[in-house]
């Protein structure tokens, strides 16, 4: 029997070097953008404080270090070696979790592209998790005992990634992702973005894929 693992979803891990000479800044930056607008907006946050989006411009600290780091991973001819970035859209925001805040699961539905740039964060303040977009997954977990889910081809459920100072991650906007809930006992903070590279209308790409989340939902109940 062959099993061909084909269309993976492709995660983009890579740090900033140098990054204390500009981590205070950024943490600065951050809490005056807190301050100007303490309301920010509700999207996935559960307590967290989440700005407008407004800051794909180069114009100020984080976006000068967050594109930066986007364009050197985006040219790299071994990933997606895209030499032009004007055409893209892009947005970025500042999330900002205290203790005990966290993101539900979500996706960012009109974009490529996706990821999270770690301003401030210590050890326990919120995994970044993924979960598996393959219905292979959640079919093989009904017939699995706890063992072997994580052991078997497809059946990982999740897959988490620690926030680290300095580090960007980037992936798939559909992949659906959430945050765990900050049990440091300091502010996490990070920069989010979306990245669009395509033209024209995203209402049929994401229409046929809620269809088959649909679809899943009325066949398997129990998830």
Excluded: C
């Amino acid at each position: 029997m062959n099993i061909l693992p084909v269309f993976p979803s492709l995660i983009i891990k890579e740090k900033i070097k140098d990054y204390d000479k500009y981590k205070d800044e950024l943490i600065l930056y951050s809490y005056q953008q807190q301050k100007i607008d303490p309301s920010g907006v509700n999207k996935s946050n559960e307590g967290g404080w989440h700005s407008q989006t407004r800051y794909s411009n180069s114009q100020n600290p984080i976006s000068s270090i967050v594109i930066n780091l986007i364009k050197s991973i985006l040219n790299n001819k071994n990933v997606f070696n895209i030499k032009d970035l004007s055409k893209a859209k892009m947005q970025m925001w500042i999330n900002i979790n205290k203790p005990g805040d966290f993101n539900n699961k979500h996706e960012h539905p009109g974009s490529d592209l996706s990821g999270v740039f770690w301003v401030k964060s210590l050890q326990k303040s919120g995994n970044l998790t993924f979960y598996s977009p393959n219905v292979m997954t959640q079919i093989q977990q009904i017939n699995s005992t706890k063992e072997e889910i994580g052991k078997k081809l497809f059946i990982t459920p999740t897959f988490q990634i620690e926030p680290l100072e300095g580090v960007i991650v980037l992936f798939p906007s559909d992949l659906t992702h959430s945050v765990q809930k900050n049990t440091s006992d300091e502010d996490r903070i990070s920069v989010s973005f979306n990245i669009d590279f395509r033209k024209g209308n995203r209402i049929f790409d994401n229409t046929f894929r809620n269809f088959w989340r649909y679809l899943f939902k009325i066949i398997f109940p129990m998830f």
